[in-house]
């Protein structure tokens, strides 16, 4: 068979271009509807694989850190299509949430919510909206060019009407289960956004190591109502400005408290802390625990520093006000002095003990206001910023009654929380929340949302495994899910209150509608949205008053959170199929598969779709999630815009490539942070797409040297390296399709990139001679050129969802056909894997690497014959082809087998004149050969060439490796045309 009437191959340059060929393949997947058949490859399958996007946040260009959980995302689905899985290729946008606003007041300068305000909502909201199709826009060019496949005009928007309605959907079910309650709680508050940080947003990317200073001050005793001479208790605190609004002291029933003299006044802290607090000049005077302090000793109540202000007065009425209570969580003696200021109104922990363990109400009274600054009843403090002004309540504490409260301040460095948007520091506040119960009892069925929850969790399957733990741990030890923020950007809460208290939560657009007292029409035809929803006044059913939607917006991980309910639009009706009629929706859902970043989801998006799928449907809303870590910089450091070591997405695709990029990410190990660079991507490409791009080009030399072979057509060889390299690579199309079907990325990967090697250093390598023109055996040369061409094919098939551009590059050329992105995964044929010849090479290689390692202990060039080798091994001796094989790898004339224990060669490194006339005959075939490649010689064209010596017995074999009629004495080798 010849290919005589069909065209060359393409000719491979030996220095790959490959963001060039990107270009390329970009433009040509465009212009030939490639990517669209793609998607539709399957529209008629049966099979289906379901896989739910995690938005991206459309708020700035995608980073390198995206294009990770991305290359997965692409890898995942392009493998199940070739499998033959019909798919929705549906990729998500996060649009709403204070991260969209915060860059939207930079733009703008705003610093403030007044200026928001000012500037007005309508357009505030419209400017947000702007932005987020501005970057979704960029974002999805930005994949494509990573290779991405997706179907991206049906990109779903967290903003959409859908994504809202089914939210209001989700909360009224909530809100008939009696989950919903509006709570008040001391919860973390950032004064320049004017919002409530969640619990999961500090935990996973707030905290900031900051020095502030600590104070300790001394509270005089009051026993049986009259204050005690010269006896204090010592307290510590690291926030100077809660000081004014200290209610109680905690102490631990069980640490052995010390009663101690020192210039002059008596003090009274935990005796374990003295020395670091007081030093060494102090005297104990007596010890006893916390528990007996307030039995025996009679400790109960002391004066406070700031008693004189208005807010305190009106407090103190109360018994309880300026208590000494017992208390094991808060109080420990790791820092300060054992004894805990207490201030309900600035602290979550010190609000749960007042008002659940304690059950004290009236004693909780609020600090600050929504900036951060001091409500009306702290005198001359009041309207002044708390956080930005420590010294005013130092020096009041210093110079009140000859400063009778204050002991020393000390600075101190901790770990903070900031506001993972803004970077300010946090407060805690007194604030109405709206919350979703964990541990109520659903009114539908009795059971708690936190145990249901829990339950369904471990019906997940998590890679890596840790994640379950993660996901429980957090499940376990959650708040109340706080579902509010007081901002504009987001889901309009579908809350609407009466003056007279009653709240209701309206499920849809047209309950709304029915239930509308006034401001329809200023609503009506816009996105529920701030400030139009809020016109929309509905009459209260309790009082008749008319009822106003509070005016908070919720909080984004509800937006995420519905997505596996929202998203899915039956595309015959065009509806919300969940909402609907459910039948377009049982086929996704739950979906099979997820994969995102690990660090911070368990308390975001796995947890809000978890509870969202949990309160609707009782069942788990995806199969599997595979989770990875965190992109770093090449030492291992985070990457920040500030340090100057941030990467950009567009940057490194145009400098690594996007397939570089996409193998450096596929043969990590998802558990570990990635060390992202470009050194990196260096090896990553010498290792894989060259040392790939090297085995194709050779062997599209090869086959367009030989035009009367069709190596394109079917063959069977029984030559062992065929049969080998065709037994590796069967077993590699079984190992990956495992791997993959268990979403095992970096097993497939590194898999593909040992085969890739092998067949380069050892099939490659040792069929050199058999590929080549000059191979007097026809049918040999045939046979490997056929070999090469079908590894060549089926592994390009296998890299395709890999790396899709290289695979395209390698398969266009070499079938003449489309693209490899519209075939099918390879099934491995079975009977081709042969595991005894396998076994048998790996021997050959052994013997091979142990004789390499010899000649090079006694300085023997490869290219010197010797004359045999002694093989002990415990397997029997290798069949004669393999024998053969072996002594042309490391060039002996003979292989004597005996039988050991263990693997062991002994290689007769005498030479003899014979062998090193040989071996000479070998380095002046190389240098001929050299120089015929100077001289840019044809492979056939014949010359003469000068030789200033050469074994006169090997003349025959030189002349005719070499294509040379004539040798001539001169002083040094050249060719003579
Ligand atoms: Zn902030
Ligand atoms: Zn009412």
């Not at 941030?646 to 558990?671: Q, S």
């Not at 003469?944 to 070499?962: A, G, R």
């Not at 294509?963 to 080798?973: D, F, L, R, T, Y």
């Amino acid at each position: 068979m010849s290919r005589k009437n069909k065209p060359p191959l393409k000719p491979v340059s030996p220095k790959a271009n490959f963001i060039e060929n990107e270009h390329k393949w970009l433009k040509y997947w465009q212009e030939n509807d490639i990517v669209s058949r793609y998607l539709q490859k399957n529209d008629l399958a049966k099979k289906r694989f379901s896989f739910f996007d995690g938005p991206i946040t459309a708020n700035n260009p995608m980073g390198v850190h995206h294009a990770w959980g991305r290359t997965y995302k692409d890898l995942f689905q392009r493998y199940k299509n070739m499998q033959g899985f019909k798919q929705r290729f549906q990729n998500g946008f996060d649009c709403q949430g204070l991260w969209i606003e915060v860059e939207v007041e930079k733009e703008k300068g705003f610093t403030s919510k007044k200026d928001i305000e000012k500037y007005g909502l309508a357009n505030f909201v419209n400017d947000c909206r702007a932005r987020v199709k501005k970057y979704s826009a960029i974002q999805t060019e930005q994949s494509k060019r990573l290779g991405y496949f997706m179907n991206w005009d049906n990109s779903y928007y967290t903003m959409s009407e859908e994504n809202n309605y089914t939210i209001w959907y989700f909360l009224k079910n909530c809100f008939e289960n009696g989950l919903i309650y509006q709570g008040q709680d001391a919860v973390p508050w950032c004064p320049r956004c004017g919002t409530a940080i969640s619990q999961h947003e500090i935990d996973s990317e707030g905290y900031q190591q900051i020095t502030h200073q600590s104070v300790f001050m001394r509270f005089p005793i009051v026993r049986d109502s009259r204050v005690a001479e010269n006896e204090f208790l010592l307290v510590w605190t690291t926030t100077p400005w809660t000081i004014p609004a200290n209610t109680l002291v905690a102490i631990h029933p069980e640490i052995t408290y010390a009663l101690v003299e020192f210039e002059g006044n008596k003090y009274w802290l935990a005796k374990s802390l003295v020395k670091k607090v007081l030093g060494e000049r102090t005297k104990i005077i007596k010890k006893t625990t916390g528990e007996k302090l307030i039995k025996e000793e009679k400790i109960t109540h002391y004066q406070g520093p700031f008693d004189s202000l208005p807010i305190i007065k009106e407090t103190a009425k109360s018994k309880h006000f300026h208590q000494v209570v017992l208390d094991k969580n808060l109080v420990n003696e790791e820092e300060g002095t054992g004894l805990v200021h207490i201030v309900p109104g600035a602290g979550t922990e010190d609000h749960n003990l007042v008002k659940k363990d304690l059950g004290w109400e009236e004693i909780i009274f609020p600090v600050v206001g929504e900036t951060g600054k001091y409500l009306s009843g702290y005198g001359n403090l009041t309207g002044k910023s708390a956080k930005e002004n420590p010294e005013l309540v130092i020096n009041a504490l210093k110079n009140n009654e000859n400063g009778r409260y204050f002991f020393k301040t000390q600075n101190y460095t901790h770990s903070y929380p900031t506001c993972w948007r803004c970077k300010e520091e946090l407060i805690w506040r007194l604030v109405k929340e709206w919350y979703i119960a964990m541990d109520k009892p659903r009114s539908s069925d009795g059971k708690t949302l936190r145990k249901q929850m829990i339950r369904v969790a471990k019906t997940i399957n998590w890679i890596p495994e840790f994640g379950l733990a993660r996901e429980i741990d957090w499940l376990n030890n959650m708040h109340d899910w706080l579902i509010s923020k007081k901002r504009y950007w987001g889901l309009a809460l579908p809350i609407w209150q009466c003056s007279c208290g009653h709240f209701e939560i309206i499920g849809s657009k047209g309950e709304l509608k029915k239930r509308a007292s006034s401001g329809w029409q200023d609503f009506a035809g816009h996105t529920p949205h701030r400030p139009w929803i809020d016109k929309v006044k509905i009459t209260c059913p309790e009082c008749g008053q008319e009822m106003s939607r509070i005016p908070d917006v919720g909080n984004p991980w509800l937006d995420a959170g519905i997505i596996p309910f929202s998203t899915l639009i039956d595309p015959k009706t065009k509806k919300i199929s969940y909402l609907d009629d459910k039948k377009y929706w049982h086929k996704w859902y739950p979906a099979d598969f997820i994969t995102e970043c690990f660090p911070g989801q368990f308390r975001n998006w796995f947890y809000s779709m978890i509870a969202m799928a949990t309160q609707l449907e009782n069942s788990q809303p995806f199969k599997t999630i595979l989770g990875h870590a965190l992109v770093r910089d090449e030492k291992g450091e985070e990457m920040h815009k500030s340090k100057g070591n941030a990467i950009w997405f567009d940057e490194a695709v145009e400098k690594m490539g996007a397939d570089v990029i996409r193998w450096l990410y596929m043969t990590h190990n998802p558990e570990i942070n990635v060390n992202f660079g470009y050194k990196n991507a260096d090896q990553v490409r010498r290792q894989f797409h060259i040392l790939l791009w090297n085995i194709y080009r050779f062997f599209v030399t090869y086959a367009n040297m030989s035009p009367n072979i069709d190596f394109t057509e079917a063959g069977s060889s029984s030559h062992p390296l065929d049969a080998w390299i065709i037994s590796r690579l069967n077993k590699l199309i079984a190992k990956t399709t495992n791997d993959l079907d268990n979403y095992n990325a970096t097993a497939a990967a590194l898999r593909i990139q040992d085969f890739v090697e092998e067949l380069s250093t050892w099939y490659i390598r040792r069929s050199r001679n058999r590929m080549n023109p000059r191979n007097p055996q026809k049918k040999d040369q045939e046979n490997a050129l056929k070999t090469v061409y079908l590894v060549l094919v089926t592994l390009v098939k296998i890299i395709a969802p890999f790396t899709p551009f290289l695979a395209e590059e390698i398969y266009h050329n070499l079938t003449g056909r489309e693209s490899v992105h519209l075939t099918d995964w390879p099934k491995a044929k079975k009977e081709k894997i042969n595991q005894k010849l396998e076994a048998n090479m790996n021997l050959v290689r052994d013997i091979a690497s142990l004789a390499h390692a010899t000649r090079k202990d006694a300085q023997i060039k490869l290219r010197q014959p010797l004359a045999k080798i002694t093989v002990s091994s415990s397997e029997e001796k290798l069949p004669q082809e393999l024998i053969n094989l072996l002594k042309e790898e490391i060039n002996v004339k003979d292989v004597v087998w005996q039988k050991g224990d263990k693997l062991d060669v002994l290689l007769d490194t005498k030479i003899t004149p014979q062998l090193e006339a040989e071996g000479q005959a070998r380095e002046i075939i190389r240098k001929i050969q050299q120089l015929r490649k100077k001289a840019q010689l044809e492979p056939n064209q014949k010359v003469s060439v000068t030789l200033p010596d050469w074994p006169k017995q090997f003349e025959k074999e030189i002349k005719q490796k070499t294509q040379v009629n004539k040798i001539i004495k001169g002083s040094k080798p050249s060719i003579v045309k």
